[in-house]
């Protein structure tokens, strides 16, 4: 298994433009996530998808819209981007094994708005 | 309100010398807590979590955490440090409802040589 795959890994953005980070998993996992990591802040959860066709927001989801159409993939897309939104993405699935199941994380995408 | 508190932003030790990392949580319920590691340009690895029962749990690469209910902490533990565990470690509590887990903001580890 490959597990859980983010791509790209590195973005630089200009403000005002649009972009979707990619995040696939292939362990059948029902719950999936994505959280924005910032110095001093650890990680904040944005939007999260408990199975295909159901998202809700999380912390911090202004800017951020989500969709979920498959079990494997769970892509993030900026709209228009902004300075605020320069940060480490990482993208996260749990299997609906229940609160005790692990949490998997990718290799995150770091993202700069110039 | 759910929070999670990591009291040590940085921590240098020697290598060979023991290591305990704070945590302390806020949560209305019986909390699941995790301590992750990140190392450099990477993603999170779990190192260990608990649910209930023994509330010393032992985890991968040597590390060990106790779960205290009376202090509400959860410390992770190490009795001797490698090189190789320098890294940023960040402790969690959740899920609230199906999938909000809170992460503290992270201690960076340093092991000098």
């Known amino acids: 298994n490959a597990g859980v795959t983010q791509t790209p890994k590195f973005q630089v953005l200009k403000t005002g433009q649009s972009m979707t980070l990619q995040c696939a998993q292939d362990?059948?996992?029902?719950?999936m996530s994505w959280y924005r990591q910032d110095p001093g802040m650890g990680l904040r959860l944005i939007h999260y998808?408990?199975?295909?066709?159901?998202?809700d927001q999380g912390e911090v989801p202004n800017g951020y819209n989500v969709s979920r159409s498959t079990t494997e993939d769970f892509p993030l897309r900026l709209l228009s981007a902004a300075p605020s939104q320069t940060s480490v993405y990482f993208c996260?699935?749990?299997?609906?094994?229940?609160?005790?199941?692990?949490?998997?994380f990718g290799p995150g995408t770091r993202l700069t708005v110039l | 309100a759910q929070s999670v508190t990591q009291p040590d932003i940085h921590i240098t030790v020697s290598e060979g010398a023991s290591l305990e990392l704070r945590c302390n949580y806020s949560?209305?319920?019986?909390?699941?807590l995790f301590w992750y590691v990140q190392s450099p340009g990477q993603g999170l690895q779990l190192l260990l979590k608990y649910f209930s029962g023994d509330t010393l749990v032992q985890g991968i690469k040597g590390f060990e955490a106790e779960f205290k209910r009376s202090q509400s902490s959860f410390n992770l533990r190490k009795p001797s440090v490698h090189w190789s565990d320098a890294a940023e470690y960040f402790c969690?509590?959740?899920?609230?409802?199906?999938?909000?887990?809170?992460f503290g903001t992270g201690t960076r580890l340093k092991v000098l040589a």
């Open positions: 949560y209305g319920a019986t909390p699941y």
């Open positions: 969690a509590v959740g899920p609230s409802g199906t999938y909000k887990y809170i």
């Open positions: 998808s408990v199975g295909a066709g159901i998202t």
């Open positions: 362990m059948n996992h029902e719950y």
């Open positions: 996260a699935s749990r299997g609906d094994g229940g609160r005790t199941d692990t949490q998997y």
